[in-house]
């Protein structure tokens, strides 16, 4: 169980490839952690250099109270599940749990005793004899959790546990993750590019791009206050609206209407400023009457998502997207309404949300 | 079926047969005359008797030859599979600049190391470095003839396997040479045995360094006491040829077979795509 510290972590590649830059990042002690971007920002980079099969550039990782910038990685007492398992083909089940003991040199039948143990609990008992090329994905993915955890290490680093799983397994893989992570209680990193994995199984997540860390926070934070228009963007199921607009006085205008000015952005801008709204299709209040402060428009798509559709307006040319609940959807051609719930509208001036000295961000 | 048909048939027939009887000569040669009382430079049904094997076993340096064939080729095969495999997990782990150069130009070289140009600096070389007359000599000479090859196609099988593999076993704390055993030897263990069987089959067959470095026949391999097997008339003595011949590539077909059943060759993991 130990913290993981990371300062000034920056990595240039041998062809110049800058995959991180200048990185601060602390990770508390038993955190479920999640390093999510876009493909290339630099996540896999990251988790590698902290497993120490990278060697930083510049900067140190701390894993407790050791300096690790410099150990072998079979020194930093982490341990790790490839993306692709890379679960010994030659070895049984029970050989691959057992190889760390194996280096760590316990006597045969006691790191038998062992692997047999976290597979019990891994419920992968029956298995043990078994090849890795016999087994399903989900079943691989448990074994190399498995290996991963038999020698007790720090901390944990997980790149991309689940995606090589098809798409059911992955949200029963996702839960036992996230149930796992919770009784062992140890520091776990992991990376993935699904901002919905991200959001559900994280205690904390980082959005990465470009090798920098633009927003850290709980996954209600990254959702509901997303620190700068990429992370707004990126966060979501259903992209957030983000529309030009302009502060006139007390009210914001954006695509042709009028709406209240964001509490929290009161005073923080001037009039006439050019600023993005942006609001989540979540927090818009669809109503098929004139409402005062609303988007108002004609319905040009409806899709439906299950228990909910998404209703696509075109307001003066500019399409913003409300969730509306089962059994009240419009019809296309309608004219509707969609308000913005209070306090759930956000400003964004020069990329950066108004007021968002209390999100998190690693400059 | 049409008259043509048939003769066509007829005719790929006889071309087959020809072909196999050609071929196929030679082998019944090998493993008739051992066992004919009038052992003849034709292949015929023998007239059987043992007498042959007889007078083998009282030829004072056959039986020692294929001993010391032995001891070249496991100890080439040994040397050979054991440094190629480090030298190809190197180079295929290790950027290094140059690095096909370098392994192309060693290929290009080692076919003269064993040959015949470089015959007197090599004899020249055992001779300063005392290793004339030493089955060390001869298959350190080999080793370094045989290595480039034996590089060439270990590297493919080292490139073709993922390196994650290893990071595992480096992320849990093996160092390099035990990542190297546990992880890529059984990994490419198909390219090893590979390479061990062509090392042996190669050193087996050798006439050229051993005749060149070991001037003591009771030293001398198979292959070259093979050629002291005549007549006091300066015949062949096809009797004792013939039989040696038989027990001379008993062992390599042995080998052959047990290794393809045991590991199974994949010779195409060792071609260039
Ligand atoms: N071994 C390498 N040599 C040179 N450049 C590299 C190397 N590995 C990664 N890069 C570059 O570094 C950047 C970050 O790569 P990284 O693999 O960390 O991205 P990622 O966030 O994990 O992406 P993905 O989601 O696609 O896995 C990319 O631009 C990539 O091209
Ligand atoms: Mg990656």
Redesign the pocket.
Known sequence: MAVITLSGLTKV???G?R?LDALDLEIADGEFFALL?P????????LRTVAGLETATAGSVRIGETDVTRLPPGRRDVGMVFQDYALFPHMSVTDNIAYPLRIKKAAKNERHAAAADVAAELGLDGLLARRPSELSGGQQQRVALARAMVARPQVFLLD?PLSNLDARLRLEARTFLKKLQRELGVTTVF?T?DQAEALAMADRIAV?EAGRIRQIGTPAEVFRRPANLFVAAFIGSTPMNLVDARVRGEQVEAAGVLLPLPEEARGLVTDGQAVVYGVRPDYLDYSPSPVDGSFSGRVAVVENLGSSSLVTLDVEGVLIHALVGEGSEPEPDEHGWAVPRAGRALLYSDGDLVNGNDVTVAA | MSVREVLRRIGLATFVSLVLGFFSLPLLWLAFTPFDSDPRISASLPDFTLHNFQVLMDNPYALASLRNSIILAAGAAALVVTCAALAAYALSRVRIPGRDVLLYVLLLLSSIITGTAAMVPIFLLAFNLNLIDSHLGVILVLTGGLLPAAIFVLKDFTDATPTSYEEAARVFGATPLQTLRHVVVPVIRPGLATVMVWTVAQVWGDFLMPFLLLRDPDKAPASVIMYTFYTEGGQPDLALISTFSLLYSLPVVGMYLFVSRRYGFRFHGGIKR
């Open positions: 590649y041998p062809g490839v995959a971007g493909s290339g920002c630099g996540k896999t980079t990251l991309e990376v590019h990465m």
